[in-house]
């Protein structure tokens, strides 16, 4: 069974910077994309970052492409999305997905219908 814990966020001041764990268990078999989405108020769930787990496919949306990086620990199957320089526009609930597809990583944007598996987020707000 997978089960996705994320951990790390908080409260920053803008220009800040936050790393996110993402800790996967039940994703050994195979391969896969982990992904992590956002969530802000009134606002719908976007993809922000994916790692596939053999490396070979990583997506990052463009508006946090110099700012934000997607890593893997793979002895501790525990993925990381690395933010810096955060931006108001960044404050959200983060929450990591999985899908047994590694290419979704590899794809122009990160569609959540098709993550089956969900973490319960993490928020990260950020204000002055």
């Known amino acids: 069974q997978v089960h996705l814990v994320e951990s790390g966020g908080d409260s920053v001041q803008p220009g800040g910077s936050l790393t996110l764990s993402c800790a996967a268990s039940g994703i050994t078999s195979g391969q896969w994309c982990v992904a992590w989405f956002r969530q802000a108020p009134m606002h719908s769930r976007e993809g922000v970052a994916g790692l596939s787990t ?12 110099r700012r934000f990086t997607v890593s893997r620990d793979a002895a501790k199957n525990t993925f990381y999305l690395e933010m810096h320089d955060l931006k108001s526009e960044d404050d959200g609930r983060y929450y990591c997905a999985a899908v047994p597809a590694p290419w979704y990583c590899g794809r ?21």
């Open 54 to 65: 053999d490396g070979g496919y990583r997506y990052i949306r463009d508006e946090v492409f």
């Open 108 to 128: 122009v944007y990160l569609d959540d219908i098709e993550f089956q598996h969900w973490g319960q987020g993490t928020q990260v707000t950020v204000s002055s």
